[in-house]
């Protein structure tokens, strides 16, 4: 079975930076495709950032101050961010596509890791 495991979250001041990491195990082909959501306290469940085959997207909110990227070696996806306001608490959620076999793929979810920025 493949499985996303995110890290990185943490308690970090407004201003300060953290490096989120998604690591995909299990047996697979590839990564087609990679998201990042995140999810605050009473809210739904938003896209942060996205790359599918070099195309990447980034919500208004954090465009300049995030950015995705992946180590296909290690097959882990980042999310960098920096000049973290309060307003991106939340649990952060990396969201794969991935190619199990042949023309099979699949999405997974993470289980999710917690960013707290204070004011």
């Known amino acids: 079975q493949v499985q996303l495991v995110e890290s990185g979250g943490g308690l970090v001041e407004a201003g300060g930076s953290l490096r989120l990491s998604c690591v995909a195990s299990?047996?697979?082909?590839?990564?087609?495709?990679m998201d990042w959501y995140r999810q605050a306290p009473g809210m739904q469940r938003e896209l942060v950032a996205s790359d599918s085959a070099g195309d990447t997207y980034y919500a208004d909110a954090v465009k300049g101050r995030f950015t995705i990227s992946s180590d296909h070696a290690k097959n882990t996806k980042y999310l960098q961010m920096n000049s973290l306001k309060p307003d991106d608490t939340g649990v952060y959620y990396c969201?794969?596509?991935?190619?199990?076999?042949?023309?099979?793929?699949?999405?997974?979810w993470g289980k999710g890791t917690l960013v707290t920025v204070s004011s």
């Open positions: 299990g047996s697979f082909f590839q990564i087609n495709a």
């Open positions: 969201h794969s596509n991935i190619r199990i076999k042949y023309l099979h793929d699949e999405w997974f």
